[in-house]
């Protein structure tokens, strides 16, 4: 068990070390061709203009998806935790870091191949997604708090069984 090293609001009402709130926000932040994948299609009738004008070239938006598949699944783990440590399901901790890992190398190589095609001209976008790439690579080798979170999510300790009585007083001695 790890002794608490982090603020009392890193840790769920069990105890659980929870993910940090930054991870959710560059991932998300990186996530958004997803958003506007999904908002475009949530527009019946003009799904196909809203994706022209945000993607002129398909591609791209294809290469982008594929892309930050890796960070999408990080999300949807971190998000149904609870429902997979309910089923006995613990390993899947395991490939969050190199998922992260993965996502970075794909987004940042294709957010380049996007640089390269249009002549290395400098765009804003590209420019932010690398930077936040950067910030994701640096965050991810140095949080302690997630390496804590990771060790902390390892075995079964997660679901308590039985209260612990805190008071100190043996009730089995009369008086």
């Not at 069990?14 to 999904?38: E, F, H, N, Q, S």
């Not at 679901?159 to 009730?171: L, R």
Request: hydrophobic share 50%.
């Amino acid at each position: 068990m790890i002794p608490m090293m982090l603020p009392l609001h890193c840790y769920d009402l069990k105890g659980r070390i929870m993910p940090p709130r930054w991870l959710y926000t560059l991932l998300l932040l990186l996530c958004t061709d997803w958003l506007a994948l999904v908002f475009s299609l949530a527009s019946r009738g003009q799904t196909s203009q809203l994706l022209a004008i945000l993607y002129p070239d398909r591609a791209v938006l294809g290469n982008r998806l594929l892309a930050t598949l890796p960070f999408l699944l990080v999300l949807l783990l971190l998000g149904n935790r609870s429902r997979l440590w309910n089923k006995g399901l613990y390993r899947w901790r395991r490939g969050i870091k190199p998922l992260l890992f993965a996502g970075i190398i794909a987004s940042t190589g294709a957010q380049i191949a996007t640089m390269a095609q249009e002549w290395w001209v400098f765009h804003w976008t590209p420019a932010l997604f690398l930077l936040l790439n950067l910030v994701l690579l640096l965050s991810v080798i140095r949080s302690r708090h997630l390496s804590f979170m990771i060790e902390d999510w390892r075995h079964s300790k997660n679901v308590q069984t039985e209260p612990t009585d805190i008071t100190g007083v043996d009730e089995t001695k009369p008086g």
